[in-house]
């Protein structure tokens, strides 16, 4: 994998994105002679993995100029920015270190990256999920189905862990990973003789350009709702929906929830841009493929819809939960766009689980933990009143906290779902980043209306689980929300180590 700085400079031009070229304080529009062909072996955004030959993209709201100075004395053979840094770089250090100016440093970084490993999305066919919530359970679902009916030909890359091998998962750290590592990763794939592709595509994979140029075969949209609304990440819901539909623009056939809030303006758009629209939902419903409920994760599928593949016979998730059952529905719909629909579906689907998704974990004297990744008000409410309709004799007891710096609103939401369900809630740490747990606690609590609801405040998540099995009684139920398996809390800017809401609870409860 390699590309010449000329070859670079044409991709941007193509791409509309390419300002001019300076080269020891020269203003350029093409590679001088002597530099077009130099070339680049290797891409990072990283100055501290930088070595001979690479082209380091200088990134970042505030990118401090010293990077670039790191990654030239290192050995990078061209610097990509968004201006000009000659003075904060001493080209008298680095005369010959060409920098590529661009007007927009994410996009370019996807569109280089992209053409550098070789367009690999050209050889998977890429399915991708966007929803409030859903997105890692439906691509988990997606690709135990597919992989059932087609064999270990399937990657997927998840909010949890990311698997480019068909068998082999890692974890991962960011719902949609940067441009240059998921187009890395993409190669990767390639290389493994994958042939599809199952992804989450966040909001903020779309308004940070993470995924952009990347064309996907089925763009999935399973619902939305007022989240993620702050002043880091989105400033309206206008902004956040407008996100989450760039998906359409990008996707050829558009598979989307009946029942999302959204829907007509979802068809609308998507009719609008040529996109074929395939939708899902309940029986009450006008879907093209419908669900019907039944009981502890059974339910029955109709195609309401003659002109695509029939999908109709009783289905069963293991994952308890009404919602999961739209999920489901979903991660069958696509299956049946790209493969032949066969008893492997329903075994596939039966199968699945997700690390940290609604695990129950019981002890001998009648106590059940379920550990899961709800943090919004649909997920919670949702989760809560699986656990109230299934655990009717005892308590519910609740861990629960919510993230430091951003989706502030989502504590107003959180006190709401507690009141209405919840007997106990124990109010911890999730993630704080640089805010103090306790005044996230106290905006929390300050939404509960319930004057029955016994509220106890821990930050110390650990002691807060132990707190929650200690107090529990035959028959009672606790639930972990949030943080499931996850081995890290994020602290005033790091990752610091933390066993894990499961693996807390499981030691816990079989002792």
């Not at 996807?110 to 050889?123: E, I």
């Amino acid at each position: 994998m390699t590309m010449t700085l000329s070859g670079i400079i044409t991709v941007l031009k193509d791409a509309g994105l390419f300002k001019e070229l300076i080269v020891a304080g020269k203003w350029h529009d093409r590679a001088p002679e002597e530099l077009a062909n130099r070339t680049v072996l290797d891409l990072s955004y990283d100055s501290r993995t930088v070595k001979e030959g690479t082209l380091f993209f200088c990134k970042g709201l505030k990118f401090d100029p010293k990077y670039l100075t790191m990654a030239a004395n290192q050995g990078a053979s061209v610097a990509m920015a968004p201006a000009d840094y000659s003075a904060q770089l001493k080209t008298s250090e680095h005369p010959d270190l060409p920098q590529v100016i661009v007007t927009d440093i994410q996009k370019a970084m996807a569109t280089v990256s992209r053409a550098f490993f070789g367009y690999p999305d050209r050889n998977l066919t890429v399915i991708g999920y966007t929803g409030t919530k859903g997105k890692t359970t439906s691509v988990y679902f997606t690709r135990h189905v597919m992989a059932k009916a087609l064999g270990k030909v399937v990657a997927q890359l998840s909010s949890i862990d990311e698997c480019l091998d068909g068998e082999t998962f890692i974890p991962a750290h960011l719902t949609t990973p940067e441009s240059l590592d998921l187009f890395r990763m993409m190669k990767e794939a390639v290389d493994n003789q994958m042939k599809y592709l199952v992804m989450e595509v966040s909001s903020q994979s779309y308004k940070k350009s993470r995924v952009f140029g990347l064309p996907l075969d089925i763009g999935v949209f399973l619902n939305i709702s007022p989240d993620h609304i702050s002043p880091v990440e989105h400033p309206s819901f206008e902004d956040y929906l407008a996100c989450k539909s760039e998906i359409i623009d990008n996707c050829r056939i558009l598979v989307v929830n009946r029942e999302c809030s959204q829907y007509d303006y979802l068809a609308e758009k998507a009719h609008d841009l040529g996109k074929q629209v395939i939708s899902f939902g309940s029986d009450q419903s006008a879907a093209d493929y419908q669900y019907r409920l039944g009981e502890h994760g059974y339910f029955t599928v109709t195609t309401a819809n003659p002109a695509l593949p029939k999908l109709d016979g009783d289905f069963r998730v293991m994952m308890p939960g009404d919602f999961n059952v739209a999920n489901a529905l979903a991660a069958l719909t696509v299956a049946a766009q790209v493969a032949p629909v066969s008893e492997d579906f329903r075994a596939g689907l039966a199968e699945t689980t997700v690390p940290g998704r609604m695990e129950f974990i019981k002890d001998k004297q009648g106590v059940v933990a379920c550990v899961d990744y709800a943090h919004n008000y649909l997920s919670l409410t949702a989760s809560f009143n699986f656990m109230k309709h299934e655990f009717k004799d005892g308590r519910l007891i609740v861990v629960i906290g919510a993230a430091g710096g951003k989706a502030e609103s989502r504590r107003k939401d959180i006190g709401r779902a507690l009141s209405q369900y919840a007997d106990v809630a124990i109010l911890t740490s999730e993630d704080n980043f640089f805010e103090d747990p306790h005044q996230i606690a106290a905006d929390i609590k300050e939404n509960i209306d319930n004057p029955d609801l016994e509220v106890i405040v821990n930050v110390d998540r650990k002691a807060a689980i132990e707190q929650a099995y200690a107090m529990a009684k035959p028959g009672d139920a606790l639930f972990m929300a949030a943080k499931g398996r996850e081995t890290f809390m994020h602290e005033k800017g790091k990752d610091v180590p933390y066993q894990g809401d499961y693996q807390i609870t499981k030691q816990l409860m079989e002792k």
